[in-house]
């Protein structure tokens, strides 16, 4: 006997804009900007947002260099991709 799952695309877009998983995403965004500027003392900011519903509309975040110096120190030491385990725990 075949089993037949059929898949609701809308409820896909509501699971991932669920606050759990939208505030773990920022969490870990924060973890990785928090390490980054504790490495070397730059200003680092957060962007957190959900994305086009077309095709997935998944929720993302970001963390990028937030001044000039920061901006060459992290093309320098490359703080940002040092820094990205901080992310994963």
């Known amino acids: 006997m075949d089993v037949q799952i059929q898949f ?3 409820a896909f877009k509501k699971l ?4 759990g998983v939208a505030a773990d995403l920022e969490r870990r965004a924060k973890r990785y900007q928090q ?5 070397d003392g730059g200003k680092y900011k957060v962007y ?3 994305g086009k519903a077309a ?3 998944r929720w993302r975040t970001s963390v990028t260099t937030g001044d000039p110096r920061t901006i060459r120190k ?3 030491h490359h703080t940002l991709l040092k820094a990205l385990d ?4």
């Not at 390490?35 to 490495?39: L, N, S, T």
């Not at 901080?86 to 725990?89: E, F, K, L, V």
């Open 8 to 10: 609701k695309s809308g």
């Open 16 to 19: 991932r804009s669920e606050p």
């Open 35 to 39: 390490a980054a500027e504790a490495m």
């Open 48 to 50: 957190s947002q959900q």
């Open 55 to 57: 095709p997935q509309g």
């Open 74 to 76: 992290n093309a320098k």
């Open 86 to 89: 901080a992310a994963r725990q």
